[in-house]
């Protein structure tokens, strides 16, 4: 049948020298991957801004529930983030998150709050002039709850490790390896814990937020073990090198 659905761009995997196997979250029909045929085209080739990580679009498709992938039979911009794609932080961010969610985001069925709060997020992102660099971060944090993971409020800092397994903090470290240290786990309580305006207002060195994201994937990937590698991951990390993260914040001053 043909049915129509907005959907939020997630991942891109290339097929043929002018198709796409694109991963969206659709309204409707929770994740979907879609053939995108002619996107590589001379002719058709200009629509592949409208195919980046986060942005999102109304597509019209060839649906079949017995079918793995579906198939696009039209689109049209809904929203275009279009401060994103000038500013190589910004890019780095929405490729790197669209990866992640491409690997969490399994559930085939509608799953209207959680497309709202990632359309809402797109739209803080690309709006955002300064203090986005923590954008990926609290994403994911908010993230937790709609997956089912959301880690329980650390009501006493004397609980001062958090225990990726059990999603709670602890006040002592665990047997196993699988928490973050102190100074981490303190970080990750303030996240948890707080607004998107706050979460972009913690003060975090490029250094420091790269251990606060691998302390986040670490817990993903004990919950979600389709996480699988990140290939956007080493080139999100050296953006966000201290060096660099200084070099490309005043590009775009």
């Given amino acids: 049948m043909i049915d129509r659905t907005p959907g939020i761009v997630l991942h891109n995997i290339k097929y ?7 991963h ?9 991957p879609v053939m995108v045929r002619g996107i590589g085209n001379r002719k058709t080739g200009k629509h592949k801004i409208y195919f980046q990580p986060l942005s999102v679009i109304e597509m019209v498709v060839y649906y079949k529930e017995t079918r793995e992938i579906q198939i696009l039979k039209e689109f ?6 279009a401060t994103i794609y000038g500013n190589v932080i910004k890019s780095s961010i929405a490729l790197f998150t669209g990866e992640v969610l491409a690997s969490v985001l ?10 709202n709060y990632l359309s809402d997020a797109i739209k803080y992102f ?8 923590n954008f990926h971060i609290g994403l994911l944090s908010g993230l937790c709850s709609y997956l089912g993971i959301e880690p329980g ?8 490790y958090f225990d990726f397994s059990n999603g709670a903090f602890v006040r002592i470290p665990p047997a196993h390896s699988n928490y973050a240290r102190r100074e981490i786990s303190d970080i990750l309580a303030d996240i948890f814990n707080s607004s998107w305006e706050n979460i972009q207002n913690i003060p975090l060195t490029g250094s420091m937020r790269n251990e606060v994201l691998t302390a986040l994937l670490d817990y993903f990937s004990i919950h979600f073990p389709s996480l699988k590698k ?6 999100f990390r050296e953006v966000f090198k201290p060096e660099n993260e200084v070099k490309q914040l005043k590009n775009f001053e």
């Fill in 16 to 22: 043929s020298d002018s198709g796409t196997i694109t």
């Fill in 24 to 32: 969206f979250f659709t309204e409707k029909y929770g994740r979907l």
């Fill in 76 to 81: 049209s911009p809904l929203y275009i983030p």
């Fill in 106 to 115: 399994k559930e085939e069925a509608p799953q209207k709050d959680l497309f």
């Fill in 126 to 133: 690309d709006r955002s002039e300064s203090g986005f660099q």
């Fill in 153 to 160: 409020k650390r009501e006493n800092p004397d609980y001062a």
């Fill in 230 to 235: 990140i290939n956007s991951l080493r080139i």
